[in-house]
């Protein structure tokens, strides 16, 4: 039997609804791609921002590291130069001691 002018009608109404949805679904679509996208842009900028803090990180440290290490040198060449200054100064002192 022939659709009646109302189920057509009815029919018309609902591909347009469908349409209007289908079409709103793409926009969100595009939308949440769209953030996505930004999102990802975002977390691979954060990455490479903290590979660049942790590599000049690392540069300090090492920096930092040799310094310990040069400071400790010349702690130790001071110390040893204050010894044997001091055993000088004794054996001066004991020298002088048996001249007495």
Do not use: C, Y
């Not at 009646?4 to 209007?20: A, F, I, P």
């Not at 200054?85 to 004991?94: C, G, I, M, T």
């Amino acid at each position: 039997p022939p659709a009646s002018s109302q189920d057509t009608n009815s029919l018309k109404v609902r591909l347009w609804q469908l349409e209007s949805e289908r079409e709103a679904d793409r926009l969100e679509l595009n939308r949440l791609r769209g953030l996505l996208q930004t999102d990802r842009g975002s977390s691979e900028r954060f990455v490479r921002d903290m590979e660049t803090v942790q590599g000049k990180h690392q540069q300090e440290l090492t920096q930092l590291q040799d310094l310990l290490q040069r400071s400790e040198q010349q702690r130790i060449a001071v110390e040893k130069e204050l010894e044997a200054k001091s055993r000088r100064k004794r054996a001066v002192l004991h020298d002088a001691k048996g001249f007495s």
